[in-house]
């Protein structure tokens, strides 16, 4: 079983920069970010594989967001420059350990790190 805990969340104006932390507890095959912002549906930001590639991010973040690994820690962060207030929400980081499945069929979450941006 995979456990994954997310850390680096907070409050943040408009135009600001958090980075997101999610520490797993061994290997997996990927790890994605998603968040659940107010009214809306769960949506996917990212997802990087454990074994290579730069990672990939959602078209709605591109250019804001980005993601990264390190192997040696088993932590995959999601760096968030030029906040927005249509940010905010629970940010959730879910890992998945079976070869071949991407980051729609993980299979284990974490508990969530709220993000808030605002003046």
């Known amino acids: 079983q995979l456990q994954l805990v997310e850390s680096g969340g907070g409050l943040v104006q408009p135009g600001g920069s958090l980075r997101l932390s999610c520490a797993a507890s061994g290997p997996y095959y990927v790890i994605g970010w998603f968040r659940q912002r107010p009214g809306k549906e769960r949506e996917g930001v990212s997802c990087i594989s454990g074994s290579g590639g730069s990672g990939n991010v959602a078209s709605a973040v591109q250019g804001r967001f980005s993601t990264s690994r390190d192997n040696a820690k088993y932590t995959v962060y999601l760096q968030m420059n030029n906040l927005k207030p249509e940010d905010t929400g629970v940010y959730y980081c879910?890992?998945?350990?079976?070869?071949?499945?991407?980051?729609?069929?993980?299979?284990?979450w974490g508990q969530g790190t709220q993000v808030t941006v605002s003046s």
């Open positions: 879910a890992g998945g350990t079976i070869a071949g499945r991407g980051c729609d069929r993980v299979e284990y």
